[in-house]
C-alpha cells in the first residue's frame, strides 16, 4: 500500500515562484537535516499546486543526503485503511510496530481527517510518537489545519507546533518557467509567444497549467506545423476566461528580478532566518517544557504552560511563569494553613492546581472561620499580682522564665500544690504573658474544658478539627491534668497533642493537685513526660504570705487595715489561699451585715463563735473550684466537685 | 522588548546599515531589494539627493511571511554616513535589533572607517546600548577593486574588527558578500530572543 516516491517528484524538476518559495525553502531545510528544523511541517495549498511533488522530493532528497533514511509516503486514506484493517485483524500492534523505523513519515491529503476523531486520535498518537523519537513528519492539506472540520485541538496544536508553510497559485513568471520546462521535457519547441499566451491565462493550479500545455503539444503534433499565437489563442481562449495578462511588477527597471535559474539567494536567506527562528523557538518552548515538566513534578498541574506551549494562549511568556510560581508559593501556604487547620482536607487537589487557586482561598477561609481559637489564658490573673513567698519561689520564677522563653527551659512545666495554693494563678498569668509575643496563640483550659471539648468533637465527628485547633496553638496550658485520670481517650489525645507540640519547641504548662509519681488512673506514657520537665511544688502559705494576702484582701474591701486584725488572721491555720481569702470575706461580711467595723473582736467573734464549723476535708476530689472562661470573666468562685460528696460531708462556703 | 510580541505572534527585527559615507550601505539594500520577490517586498523608501548621497536614510521593509506561527518582518536601514548627519543616525539606530558596519576596504578610508565605528559607539552608548552586546557583522566593502588600492579582509580585520565579529568581503554592486552579511546578523539578532528573555 505504501507508494513509491515518484521518481519525477524532485526538488530539481519544481519550479519555484514566489507563491511557493517558503514552503521550498522550509521543504529544502527538513530534507537536508529531518527532524531538527520544522517537526511536523505541514503543507498546504489548493489542489494541484505541487504539495504532492514537494513532499515526494523532501523523500528523495533526504534519502539522498542520507541513504539510510527510511522514508514511508502514504496518504490519509492509506492510512486510516491499513489503521482499519489492522484492528479488524486485532493487530493494531503490529500496525503501529510497522511504523517503528520508519524516519520521516509522509502523510498527504490530511484534510480527510475531517469528522473522523477515531482516526485523529490515532494520528494524535503517532505523530507525538514520532515527535518525541526527534523522526520527521510531513504532512500535507489543501487547508490550514484549524480550518479542517471538527479536528482535534491537540492535533492542531501539534500541527501548529511545527511549520505551517501555504502555496499559492503560481504567477505569470512562475507559470511561463513551469510551461518551458515542461515544453522541453517533452521535447516541445513552441514559439515564445505562444507560452506566453498560455502564461497569461490565470488558471488556479499547475495541473490545469499543463492540461492547457497537453493540448497545445496534441494540437501541435497533430497539425504537423508549429502552431502560431493566434491558433494557440484560438485553441485555448475559446473555453477559457478573456486572458489576463499580468505585467511583471518592476519597482527598479534597471534590476530587473532575478532569473529563475540564478541562485535563490532570498530563499536562502528565508531558510536561515526560519531555521534559525524554529531553533529559538523551539528552545523557548523548551524552556516552557521543563517548567511544565519540573512543576508537574512537584505536583502541581502545569495546565496554564501548556497552554502557553500549544499556542492557545497568546500572552507572554514569562510572565505567566512567574505567575505560576507566584500562584505555587500562595498554594503552598494554604495547604500548610490547612494542615494546621483540617488535615484531612490539607491534601485536596485544589492545593496542586493553580488554575483552582481562588477555590483553594475559599476552602482554607471556611476552615479558618469554622475553627475559633482554642481558650486563651484569662487576664484576669497576672504575675503582678502573685504574691511571691518561699512557699512558692521556685515555681514562680520557673513560671517567669518560662514566660520569658517558652519551649526553651522547662517544657513541659508542672506546677504542683494543693487546691488554692495558686497554681491556677500562675498558669494564666504564663499564659497570659505568653500570649503577648506577636502571633502567639496560647491555649490555656481547665482539664474538664478539655474533655467536654473533646466529647464534642467526638460527637460531631470533627476530630480532625479538633486535633488542628490544638496543635496549632503555640502553647498549651492545661489546668488541673489529674482530673483526666481514668478518661483514657483524653489522656491518648493529650499524649499526642504533647509530643507535637513537645517535638516543635512549643511551652506546655500543666498543674497538678499531687506530683505526678502519685497519680493514679493516668497513663504512665504521661506521667513520664510529665516528669521530664520541671516539677515545681507550691506549698501551703505560710505565715508571711497569708499575711501579705490578708493585708492586700482588707485594703481592698475595707480600705485601712487594722494590723492587728491583720496579724489575728493570719496565725488562723489555713491551707490555702483561698482559705485566707474566705475568713477575710467571712469577716468583712459579719461587720457588713452587724453594721460594725471590722475588727479583731469581731473577727474572733465570726471565727470562732457560733456558726463557725470547723472545716472538713471532703472525701471527692476537688478543683481549683474556678471556671475561667476564655473571655477572662471569671464566672464563678464556687467549688466544682466532680465526685459528689456524701451529703453530710459537704460545706457550703461563702459565695462572693 | 521590540523584537518579539508573544500577543501578536509578530517578529520585527529592525537592522541598521552603518559606515562610513560612500561606503556602499545604499548599494547593500538595492542589491537586496532587486533579489526579493515581489510579493514579499514593501517599497523601498530612499531619500537621497541629487548626487545620490544618502540625505537621510534608506528604509527596505522584508516581509518573510509566517515563520513557526510568527509573523516576521525585517526592516532594513540606512544610515547617512557623512560625518555632518550625525542626528539622524542617532534616530535610525533607535531601537536597533542589529547592526550592519560596512566598511570602505579602500586603504585610503581606513581612518573613516575607524571615525565611523567610533561614531557607531558612542551613538549606541547614548541609547545606553553597550556595543558590545549588540549583534553586529562587519562587510568590506569594495573587495573588487585593484589589490594596491584596497585592504585584504586579512588586514581589516587587523585595523578594525575588534570584537571579533564575523567579517564578510563584498562587492555589494555585484551583490558577492551581501545576503551572507544579512543572514549573518539575521542570525545573530534572532539568537537574541532566546537570550534576551533568559536576562
Known sequence: ?656 | MSLVNFTTREITCKIVYYGPGRSGKTTNLHYIYGRVPDDRRGRMVSLATHTDRTLFFDFLPLELGTISGFTTRFQLYTVPGQVYYNATRKLVLQGADGVVFVADSQARQLDENIESLQNLQVNLLEQGIDARTIPTVLQYNKQDLPSDLILTPAELDEAINFRSVPSFPAEAVGGTGVFETLRAISERVLRRLSEERES
Open chain 1, 1 to 656: 500500500m505504501t507508494v513509491d516516491l515518484h521518481p519525477r517528484f524532485t526538488f530539481e524538476a519544481f519550479v519555484v515562484g514566489a507563491s511557493n518559495r517558503l514552503a521550498v525553502a522550509a521543504a529544502r531545510t527538513v530534507a537536508e537535516s529531518p527532524g531538527t528544523a520544522y517537526n511536523p511541517l505541514f503543507i498546504y495549498s489548493a489542489s494541484g499546486l505541487g504539495k504532492t511533488h514537494l513532499m515526494m522530493a523532501i523523500g528523495h532528497l533526504a534519502t539522498q543526503v542520507s541513504p539510510r533514511t527510511v522514508v514511508e509516503y502514504l496518504t490519509l486514506e492509506e492510512f486510516v485503511e491499513a489503521y482499519h484493517a489492522a484492528v479488524a485483524a486485532g493487530q493494531s500492534e503490529a500496525f503501529r510496530n510497522r511504523f517503528i523505523g520508519v524516519d520521516l513519515l509522509l502523510l498527504d491529503d490530511v484534510q480527510f481527517l475531517a469528522d473522523r476523531r477515531e482516526t485523529q486520535a490515532e494520528l494524535l498518537r503517532f505523530v507525538n510518537t514520532f515527535l518525541e523519537a526527534g523522526r520527521q513528519v510531513i504532512l500535507t492539506c489543501d487547508r490550514p489545519p484549524n480550518e479542517i472540520a471538527d479536528l482535534d485541538e491537540r492535533l492542531i496544536s501539534r500541527f501548529a507546533g511545527g511549520l505551517v508553510v501555504d502555496m499559492g497559485a503560481p504567477e505569470f513568471e512562475t507559470r511561463l518557467a513551469i510551461l518551458k520546462r515542461k515544453a522541453d521535457e517533452r521535447g516541445m519547441v513552441f514559439q515564445p509567444a505562444v507560452l506566453d499566451a498560455v502564461a497569461g491565462i490565470d488558471v488556479r493550479s499547475v495541473r490545469e497549467l499543463l492540461g492547457l500545455l497537453n493540448r497545445l503539444i496534441a494540437f501541435q503534433a497533430v497539425n504537423e506545423g508549429e502552431i502560431t499565437p493566434e491558433a494557440a489563442h484560438t485553441l485555448l481562449f475559446g473555453e477559457t476566461a478573456a486572458p489576463k495578462r499580468e505585467a511583471p511588477e518592476a519597482e527598479i527597471p534597471d534590476q530587473a528580478p532575478p532569473a529563475a535559474a540564478a541562485p535563490d539567494e532570498f530563499a536562502q536567506f528565508i531558510s536561515t532566518v526560519g531555521s534559525t527562528l524554529a531553533q529559538q523557538l523551539e528552545a523557548w518552548r523548551m524552556r516552557l517544557r521543563e517548567a511544565a515538566v519540573f512543576w508537574e513534578g512537584q505536583g502541581y498541574r502545569p495546565r496554564r504552560i501548556l497552554a502557553l506551549l500549544e499556542g492557545e494562549e497568546s500572552v507572554e511568556s514569562e510572565s505567566v511563569l512567574e505567575t505560576f510560581e507566584r500562584d505555587v508559593d500562595r498554594l503552598r501556604e494554604l495547604e500548610a494553613e490547612m494542615v494546621q487547620l483540617d488535615t484531612g482536607r490539607a491534601g485536596d487537589a485544589v492545593f496542586h492546581d493553580p488554575d483552582r487557586l481562588a477555590e483553594a482561598e475559599t476552602m482554607v477561609r471556611n476552615a479558618r472561620d469554622g475553627l475559633a481559637p482554642p481558650p486563651g489564658p484569662s487576664a484576669a490573673w497576672a504575675f503582678e499580682d502573685f504574691i511571691a513567698a518561699d512557699s512558692n519561689k521556685l515555681a514562680l520564677k520557673a513560671a517567669r522564665t518560662v514566660a520569658e522563653k517558652p519551649g526553651a527551659l522547662y517544657n513541659p512545666l508542672v506546677l504542683v500544690g494543693p487546691t488554692g495554693v495558686g497554681k491556677t494563678h500562675l498558669l494564666h498569668a504564663v499564659g497570659h504573658a505568653l500570649s503577648a509575643a506577636p502571633g502567639a496563640l496560647v491555649a490555656c483550659l481547665s482539664a474538664q474544658d478539655f474533655l467536654d471539648d473533646l466529647v464534642q468533637a467526638i460527637e460531631r465527628e470533627r476530630m480532625d478539627a479538633w486535633r488542628s485547633r490544638f496543635r496549632r496553638a503555640s502553647a498549651f496550658l492545661l489546668d488541673d491534668l489529674h482530673l483526666l485520670a481514668g478518661k483514657e481517650r483524653s489522656q491518648e489525645e493529650l499524649f499526642h497533642l504533647f509530643n507535637i507540640l513537645l517535638e516543635t519547641d512549643r511551652q506546655l504548662v500543666f498543674t497538678l493537685n499531687a506530683p505526678p509519681k502519685q497519680l493514679v488512673g493516668v497513663d504512665q506514657r504521661l506521667i513520664t513526660r510529665l516528669e521530664g520537665g520541671l516539677v515545681a511544688p507550691i506549698a501551703p502559705p505560710d505565715r508571711e504570705l497569708r499575711l501579705a494576702v490578708i493585708v492586700r484582701e482588707l485594703a481592698e474591701r475595707v480600705g485601712d487595715v487594722d494590723d492587728a486584725l491583720a496579724a489575728y488572721l493570719a496565725d488562723r491555720p489555713a491551707e490555702s489561699l483561698r482559705s485566707v481569702q474566705g475568713l477575710v470575706q467571712r469577716v468583712v461580711s459579719a461587720a457588713e451585715s452587724q453594721n460594725e467595723s471590722v475588727s479583731v473582736s469581731l473577727a474572733r467573734e465570726t471565727l470562732e463563735g457560733t456558726g463557725y464549723a470547723p472545716r472538713r476535708a471532703s472525701t471527692g476530689m476537688r478543683t481549683s473550684g474556678i471556671v475561667v472562661s476564655p473571655s477572662g470573666g471569671i464566672r464563678s468562685r464556687e467549688k466544682v466537685v466532680w465526685t459528689w460528696p456524701n451529703p453530710a460531708d459537704r460545706v457550703i462556703e461563702e459565695v462572693g
